[in-house]
């Protein structure tokens, strides 16, 4: 969007995790707020229509099942991903039990995925972005717009300017199965995740 002739030029400041919890210790935002820290922005989150809702619970219960224990499927928690990123994915999968995260939210989870309908946009772009930066090697997308999974692996960090991606993307339809990488032995049918 251009700037209009005269229009003040606007500066915004970058935030980062430490400063972000910060703000929810003092009481400046609280848990509940739709908001989540995306390479130094406060993001308001998209509201949750049905579909959402319920393909976060599918995606939640599948992933269970599929990893067992040893595994913490979260919903809709805080992941540490760097200085200046604390997203709160629809789903991640993470080594170990609740408690083991009482001190410090995890940071690099085996799994993440996103539910998007109007998020779709930015969950190919910024969030796949900053978990590929942040080294996360199996990020899917739960395309209701499609009625697709979109898988993303081979995280390449950001190098000579350019940012981080991931090399392997494709797209899976409802018929077809998916095995998480940190779960070799499961299976998932891709209809399962969907509404």
């Known amino acids: 969007m251009r700037r209009a002739v005269g229009e003040p030029i606007i500066r915004t400041r970058r935030w980062t995790r430490h400063e ?3 703000l929810i210790e003092l009481g ?3 848990e509940d707020e739709p908001i989540e820290l995306l ?3 406060l993001v308001v989150r998209e509201p949750q229509r049905t579909p959402h809702a319920v393909a976060t619970q599918l995606a ?3 992933l269970r099942a599929a990893f067992g224990a040893g595994w913490s499927v979260r919903v809709q928690l805080p992941i540490a991903l760097d200085a200046e990123s604390e997203p709160e994915p629809d789903v991640a999968v993470v080594r170990g039990a609740p408690r083991d995260y009482l001190r410090e939210h995890p940071s690099l989870p085996a799994l993440v995925v996103e ?3 109007d998020s779709l946009r930015s969950d190919r772009m910024l969030k796949a972005r900053l978990y590929a930066r942040a080294g996360i090697g199996d990020y899917w997308i739960v395309n209701l717009v499609e009625r697709v999974l979109e898988i993303h692996r081979a995280p390449v960090p950001r190098r000579q300017g350019r940012a981080a991606v991931y090399t392997d993307v494709r797209r899976v339809t409802a018929q077809e199965t998916v095995t998480p990488l940190a779960a070799p032995a499961a299976t998932i049918v891709v209809a399962d995740l969907l509404p």
């Open 20 to 22: 972000y919890d910060r």
């Open 28 to 30: 400046v935002l609280h």
């Open 39 to 41: 390479d130094g922005r």
């Open 60 to 62: 939640a219960d599948a």
């Open 115 to 117: 539910v998007a309908r």
